[in-house]
DNA sequence: TTGTACGCGTTATCAA
DNA sequence: TTGATAACGCGTACAA
């Protein structure tokens, strides 16, 4: 039990080296004789030395190879949605070639005391979302010079966003229906705020979330009048409840529901199966996001398959850019349009 | 433009105040008179110096304030399991207390560059689960003096675990479904191991994951010759897929089935209504985990009820303990018993 | 291929 | 309440 941890000083003591040349060993940046590294590494394990200590070595070098990832809401809620798990999947991905790893950070720290945007030894940050609160601890962050990134949300000007085409995508699925014959459509919405609970959205709500909105307008470019009704979040269980209200009034009936995700959707199927409608020959159903609904099964949604991997990759790829002194770009991508079997003439 | 960024000496100067005072207006750990804030403010501001850079204190102060969480599978894969996104969810606020952020890393870094536990800035490391590979890196880790903790698995006798008492509550499950009668009972297990396809599990078949075995032997204790059946996952689907093979021979069908998680209960409950068959009159179906399963309402689970939560948080809590230079004893939690509406008593 | 010299930016300690 | 000093442990020009 020694009193203190061995440095790289005590190696290269122990070795009878100079501490640069032990660096190096452990480096590989600079040619080392067999003999040499030999004796070091063998002084290293004698001394019980497991390699340099990282802090050390990040301020050294500038760089800690961490990348913030922001999320608005709770860190457990983001991962509930797949989409958001998925996207972090591309941008574990993205951010590999920088030998980065992702640290999990909350906008507004409850505690006061957790790691945050601003105490972090970050190189960079990836933002999903950004709202108020988020904006204004931004300054400070990009003063300092660490690159940042926003998926899905609008940090100014000068931050790289990566988004969506989420208006012309729904608008693509309305355009679907409405060639299928379909004249009576209704929309289900993501929330139209933090902390919204269902409930139909009326001509004055404002509509915060960007996604949200711009997906509602892609809908009504194609059915001006159908009206929408806003789940509290992507979930089966508020689809099942939105679809529940939608098909509650057969004479107010739609013939076809655009939900704003895959899960959402689903929730609306089974609202559909239980209010005695066959899918799609009753009613059609649209769903947005392309991922599996697990146990959706034999259903295959027609939906807009976004390319959530690769917003996460590209998001990596941006920070890593800017890293290396790059300017990053802002890029839309484009979702593909799939037509399962939950889609179909409208009935006569 | 400068050429370089300003550092807190550069702010002293500009206030006309030693460095360490400007340090310690940032920090606050000493009392500084309100003028001589005020001046280092002023110039900070003026210098445009955000505070102090995070890798430069980690180094003097010996903590970078990170906890890194390493999983054994993919990113991604982890937060497609309810129970694994729950647990950080819990560990989040387990790790709050110390100011501490969570790094996620992966066991095997297929990359080879990517943030590892061995080069990461960690104050503490949390494993979930622990299997070959893993607990060589383990020894550096712990060589370094870096407090390990893990769950559900187990790392050696010196690293403190964090598990559940699976066999125990699993064998009261089984219990409750002989009390009800039944005797023809089936059990749907977890994978087997890493890479596990679906099948049936053999008497000679090895079952590596731990969590598998214990509750399998708990069911086995009560019913003794059930024959088990091991998803691929847990997923609704893989518990679809299991069912559809339970049920589909009337002779053999089980009047109950044991299913090791909520998600394949939800979907060995689907497998039954496509059979026709009505839960719980016709076939008991019981859980294990107590999440909430989205969209399987009306149903509400007969499950055990694990504390996931208090599971994580206590993670979070034994390296803050063992930061602290305490010791940190392993902790077995306990699973309550819920009865729901999907067991009954067997047909007659 | 190896060693010398220096600084990365901060903060703890102690004395004034 | 403030300031001087000395690490924290390492990496990298540059010279040898």
Same mark, same amino acid.
């Given at each position: 039990m020694s009193t203190r941890r061995a440095t790289i000083s005590d190696v290269a003591r122990e070795a009878g080296v100079s501490a640069s040349t032990a660096s190096v060993v452990f480096s590989g940046k600079t040619p080392v004789s067999d003999a040499t590294r030999r004796r070091v590494l063998d002084a290293a394990s004698a001394l019980g030395y497991t390699g340099p200590d990282p802090r050390a070595a990040s301020l050294r070098r500038g760089r800690s190879g961490i990348v913030g990832v922001v999320f608005e809401e709770h860190l457990g809620t983001a991962f509930l949605d797949p989409i958001k798990t998925l996207m972090m999947d591309g941008l574990a991905d993205g951010v590999a070639p920088l030998g980065a790893g992702l640290l999990l950070l909350r906008d507004?720290?409850?505690?006061?005391t957790g790691a945050s945007l601003m105490t972090a030894p970050l190189d960079a940050a990836v933002l999903v979302g950004c709202s108020g609160h988020l904006r204004e601890s931004l300054a400070a962050v990009t003063a300092r010079g660490i690159p940042v990134v926003v998926i899905?949300?609008? +940090? &100014?000007?000068d931050i790289p966003r990566i988004g969506l085409d989420n208006r012309e995508a729904q608008r693509q699925a309305a355009s679907h229906l409405r060639t299928l014959g379909h004249r009576k459509v209704a929309v289900v919405t993501?929330?139209?705020? +933090? &902390?919204w609970e269902a409930g139909w959205l009326l001509d004055g709500t404002p509509i915060v979330i960007d996604v949200t909105r711009e997906r509602l307008a892609g809908a009504l470019e194609i059915f001006p009048d159908a009206p929408a009704y806003a789940a509290a979040g992507s979930f089966i269980a508020e689809g099942l409840a939105a679809g529940r209200v939608l098909f509650a009034d057969p004479a107010e009936r739609p013939t076809a529901v655009l939900a704003q995700s895959d899960l959402l959707a689903a929730g609306v199927i089974r609202a559909a199966e239980e209010a005695?409608?066959?899918?799609?020959?009753d009613v059609s159903v649209t769903g947005f996001d392309g991922i599996v609904v697990?146990?959706?099964?034999?259903y295959e949604l027609t939906t807009l398959v976004q390319p959530v991997n690769e917003k996460g990759r590209a998001a990596g790829m941006a920070v890593a850019a800017m890293l290396d002194g790059a300017e990053a770009a802002s890029i839309t991508f484009t979702c593909d349009f799939r037509e399962g079997n939950t889609s179909g003439p409208a009935p006569l």
């Open positions: 507004q720290d409850p505690s006061g899905e949300g609008d +940090a &100014g000007d993501l929330p139209a705020r +933090a &902390g005695g409608l066959r899918v799609p020959e697990d146990g959706l099964a034999p």
